[in-house]
């Protein structure tokens, strides 16, 4: 009996445990994949590849189902020119991987107002 509720209270203890880890949103995997996509596309060249100026900025990220999380990103490229590629992403990560899913990429053709 003794052995059976040291048990029971190990596995409780472990799913608080896991309960009390904060999920983070992840820029790595979306920030590479858009950054790899756009050069495909033509609007990013190897060279600004190698070394790409990226700022990012969350615009969503919530829990779809357990251990499963939906983010959404705002990023700009900022070209070796100054010309500025506005693209907004979407993907899923779990809390161990940040490439839960593909990443769509959606670039930003036009502004209005303030930018998120």
């Known amino acids: 009996m003794k052995i059976r509720l040291l048990i029971i209270m190990t596995i409780m203890a472990a ?14 995997w979306s920030e ?10 033509g609007y990013l060249s190897e060279e ?7 700022s990012s ?3 969503a990220f919530q829990k779809v189902r357990t251990d499963l999380y939906r983010e959404v990103f705002y990023m700009t490229f900022t070209r070796k020119n ?4 506005n693209v ?12 839960g899913s593909g990443v769509e990429v959606f670039m930003v053709s036009k ?4 930018e998120p």
Request: aromatic share 0%.
């Open 88 to 99: 907004i992403t979407r993907n899923d990560m779990t809390p161990t991987e940040c490439s």
């Open 15 to 28: 799913g608080q445990a896991r309960a009390a880890q904060k999920v983070m949103p992840c820029t790595s």
């Open 48 to 54: 600004e590849l190698a070394a790409p100026k990226i």
């Open 111 to 114: 502004t209005l107002g303030a």
């Open 57 to 59: 900025r969350v615009l």
């Open 32 to 41: 590479s994949m858009a950054a790899v996509k756009l050069k495909n596309a």
């Open 82 to 85: 100054g010309v500025r590629i």
